[in-house]
């Protein structure tokens, strides 16, 4: 079921790449594998996939433990500033920055452990309540401010759309948010740079595509449905 899952999903990213003309190597499928065993990513891996996203950083680190060591893992999820420790030196890039706070913790970990941190900022397009992520206002100056930091790098924005019956009510959310980026990659800040969009889920990644994503995040259309009754094996 996994191979034909991911051969769909892979299928269709080509084909929103073809129709927007763009490449498919400029597109990056994570496969998001939160409340899934580690045999079902083992899986995934040996279907030639090295790009996992997990969105609490206990689970991360188990699975990093466990699974060969050239996976990149991605922390997509929020971020608590007292868990950056176990984060750091194991997580590939870090989508959900979405304050000074955070970023001050961050920068004082990797310090400590002289590394450099790939972050992205993470944006609420469309102003949702429940949703982490700062607004598209805030961008600018969090990036100036997190910009002076020595040992974290910004990449570029994250989003997490709303979740809509049909996906082309996002395409205003995705086309804003790379128009977000183009602004600030304009400034040109030292230590900035803006080449990396992670937006789309299973529900939306093909418009997401369609409207310049280079990362997309897709969970349920490679392992299935959540169940997160059983998620403490
Ligand atoms: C769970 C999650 C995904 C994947 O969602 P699906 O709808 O299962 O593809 C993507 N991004 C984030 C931040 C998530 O938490």
């Not at 891996?45 to 689970?59: A, M």
């Not at 997509?76 to 984060?87: S, T």
Request: aromatic residues 6%.
């Amino acid at each position: 079921m996994l191979e034909k899952n991911l051969k769909s999903i892979q299928d269709k990213v080509k084909d929103a790449c073809k129709r927007s003309g763009r490449h498919p190597e400029d597109v990056t499928l994570i496969a998001v594998s939160k409340t899934k065993p580690v045999s079902m990513l083992q899986e995934i891996y040996d279907l030639g996939i090295r790009q996992f996203g997990e969105n609490k950083v206990q689970e991360l680190t188990d699975k990093y433990e466990k699974l060969p060591k050239d996976i990149s893992w991605h922390m997509i999820g929020h971020l608590q500033r007292n868990k950056v420790k176990y984060l750091i030196g194991k997580t590939t890039l870090i989508h959900s920055v979405d304050s000074l706070r955070l970023a001050e913790a961050i920068e004082a970990e990797a310090a400590k452990k002289n590394c450099l941190v790939d972050v992205l900022i993470e944006v609420n397009v469309a102003g949702e309540e429940s949703k982490f992520g700062i607004s598209p206002e805030e961008v600018l100056p969090l990036v100036e401010q997190i910009a002076r930091f020595r040992h974290i790098k910004i990449k570029g924005l994250m989003t997490i759309a709303p979740f809509v019956e049909n996906p082309e009510e996002n395409r205003i959310h995705f086309a804003n948010l790379r128009k977000l980026s183009v602004d600030i990659a304009a400034k040109n800040i030292d230590n900035v740079s803006m080449r990396i969009l992670s937006m789309g889920m299973t529900n939306d990644y093909e418009v997401a595509i369609e409207e310049g994503a280079t990362m997309v995040r897709v969970g349920t259309g490679i392992f299935g449905e959540r169940n997160y009754n059983i998620t403490n094996e």
